[in-house]
């Protein structure tokens, strides 16, 4: 009996991604601006890995179009300038164009302005507060590493050595292992949610880390985190957020577990651990199995088109291409009431 074809789904999930593209804006409808930096990076790791560039011509577009909303892809929110930096390190690596190189190091440099000296060091979640969260910590030192591998002159690699120092003393990781969401104004950890891209993206950091320096000790601390993670966020080999036993997830935390199941494969490169790859896999047939909607007929709802662009009686992939539709092409519904820009949902919570 054949195995799946990981190929033809992920094909399929690509697609369905792009239904939300909004050229004008180089966005993703429906999410948040951080969100589309991954949603951009899925695109380029597809299309890297299968080789089709049906969908490639994001890339460019994204660049210029999304710009208009934040000028060199920087807000006052450090870990979603880290977010476009990634973004824009993969989209080097696929087209060799050094433009999106160097909008990764203007990212980087941006973001060093947040490192200060509470807490011995590390840097704030946002340029109006003093919370330091491990998302922000962990994507620097990841994005750090990563430009030394492109960059070796930029002195990236001191950055990366000093963030994962100071954040590995610091006690982000708590009892069980995993990473909690930050530390207290006593610098002590919060006992925050440990989210499951919270223990992904610092392997994509010390996985780099390793290949750059030869040294395997950053591969042994990956693996605790790694091994922490898959024995405590995964019941039954399948992950699952803390926001599942109860509340809603909301936009931000529906993304978290490919980031993880994304970082784990970058980790699993020089690794090897030979449960990863089983893992892995394991999600990716529960993402198929139970985590898909009824269908492109419920992916671009009529409301978010003209009536022109979706009659009734056409079939729903040529009645409403993603290029008709005017809203949010999501079959779970319209954005709650009162969305603001940043965050699905008020008050906001530490990321």
Same mark, same amino acid.
């Given at each position: 009996?054949? =195995?799946?074809?990981?190929? =033809? ?20 409808? !429906?999410?948040?601006? +951080?969100?589309?930096? #991954? ?39 450090? &870990? ?6 990634? *973004? ?14 160097? *909008? ?53 690699? #001191? +950055? ?5 120092? +100071? ?9 069980? =292992?995993?990473?909690? &969401? !930050?530390?207290?104004?006593?610098? $002590? ?9 919270? $223990? ?27 091994? *922490? ?28 577990? !490919? ?11 020089? #690794?090897? $651990?030979? =449960? ?25 709802? #009529? ?10 009686? *056409? ?37």
């Amino acid at each position: 009996m054949a =195995g799946p074809d990981y190929r =033809g789904r992920a094909a399929a999930g690509i697609t369905a991604l792009q239904w939300w593209y909004q050229p004008r804006t180089g966005l993703w409808a !429906g999410t948040g601006w +951080w969100n589309s930096a #991954s949603a951009l990076t899925a695109v380029i790791r597809y299309t890297q890995l299968t080789g089709d560039a049906s969908h490639a011509g994001v890339i460019a577009t994204t660049f210029t179009a999304a710009q208009r909303q934040h000028t060199r892809f920087v807000n006052t929110y450090y &870990d979603d300038n880290a977010w476009w930096a990634l *973004a824009w390190i993969a989209a080097f690596d696929l087209t060799r164009n050094s433009r999106y190189l160097e *909008a990764a190091k203007g990212i980087f440099t941006r973001n060093t302005a947040a490192w200060d000296d509470s807490c011995g060091g590390g840097l704030r979640w946002h340029a109006g507060s003093t919370y330091k969260n491990a998302i922000t910590n962990e994507l620097f030192v990841t994005l750090a590493a990563l430009l030394h591998q492109r960059s070796p002159e930029g002195g990236y690699l #001191s +950055w990366a050595q000093r963030g994962w120092e +100071w954040f590995s003393a610091r006690g982000f990781l708590g009892p069980a =292992g995993l990473v909690n &969401d !930050g530390i207290t104004r006593d610098c $002590q950890n919060n006992g925050g949610p440990t989210w499951t891209y919270n $223990q992904g993206v610092i392997l994509g950091g010390l996985a780099a880390l390793s290949e750059v320096t030869g040294d395997r000790g950053y591969l042994t601390q990956g693996e605790a985190i790694a091994a *922490a993670a898959i024995r405590g966020l995964a019941p039954g080999g399948i992950l699952a957020e803390p926001c599942e036993s109860g509340a809603v997830c909301n936009e931000d935390q529906a993304q978290f577990k !490919g980031i993880f199941v994304r970082f784990l494969y970058d980790f699993w490169r020089p #690794s090897r $651990q030979p =449960g990863y790859r089983g893992f892995i896999l394991a999600n990716a047939d529960s993402v198929w199995d139970h985590a898909r909607n009824a269908g492109p007929e419920s992916a671009c709802p #009529s409301s978010a088109c003209p009536s022109s662009a979706c009659p009734s009686s *056409a079939s729903p992939s040529s009645a409403c291409p993603s290029s008709a539709c005017t809203g949010p092409a999501r079959s779970i519904g319209p954005p709650p009431p009162g969305r603001v820009p940043h965050w699905t949902s008020s008050p906001p919570r530490p990321r």
